[in-house]
């Protein structure tokens, strides 16, 4: 005698020889309704989307798995001041005291006196403080004194005189 598993299910084993038989409502049918796809499918990642084509054949086909094309600079240049960069300063009387407190330009008028050869970049920077020296001078009225004074010097002419002339 032939062993047979035990089972709960209730009902007929095997196929109806019934032509007209349909199976009930209640089960779900894969052919009656399609299934609800959740999330992406599978290998996305290896299958480049296709573009459509349309009326122009200069397109390059893009991947979209790849990111940002702009070159990256892989050495810093050196960057120079823009005018947006620049210092701005509320009044000339401030901005004439940040220059002179400029201690790189101090350090190369020092040079510029003692006579030592400037760089042409640091003597560009000297000729332009400079500049704008003598125009926060002119536009607060500031008059620099020049060698020239000295030449007015009352007490110059003092040398000049001979006391032997003032003798009785």
């Given at each position: 005698m032939a062993r047979s598993k035990k089972s709960r299910k209730v009902g007929l084993i095997g196929v109806r020889k019934d032509?007209?038989?349909?199976p009930s409502e209640n089960r779900k049918s894969d052919s009656s309704r399609p299934k609800k796809h959740k999330g992406k499918p599978a290998g996305s990642r290896h299958n480049v989307?296709?573009?459509k084509v349309s009326g122009q054949?200069?397109?390059?086909?893009?991947d979209p798995r790849h990111g940002s094309k702009k070159p990256i600079q892989l050495v810093k240049a050196a960057?120079?001041?823009t005018p947006a960069q620049k210092k701005k300063y509320a009044t000339p009387a401030q901005e004439?005291?940040?220059?002179?407190?400029?201690q790189r330009l101090s350090d190369l008028l020092d040079k510029l006196d003692d006579d030592k050869p400037l760089t042409r970049e640091q003597q560009a920077y000297v000729d332009e403080k400079m500049a704008r020296h003598r125009i926060l001078c002119?536009?607060?009225?500031?008059?620099?004194?020049?060698?020239?004074?000295?030449?007015?010097?009352?007490f110059d002419d003092l040398d000049a005189i001979n006391i032997d002339d003032f003798k009785h």
């Open positions: 032509p007209d038989f349909k989307e296709q573009k054949k200069s397109v390059v086909n893009k960057v120079a001041p004439l005291a940040a220059l002179e407190a400029d002119d536009l607060l009225g500031i008059v620099e004194e020049d060698d020239e004074d000295d030449e007015m010097d009352p």
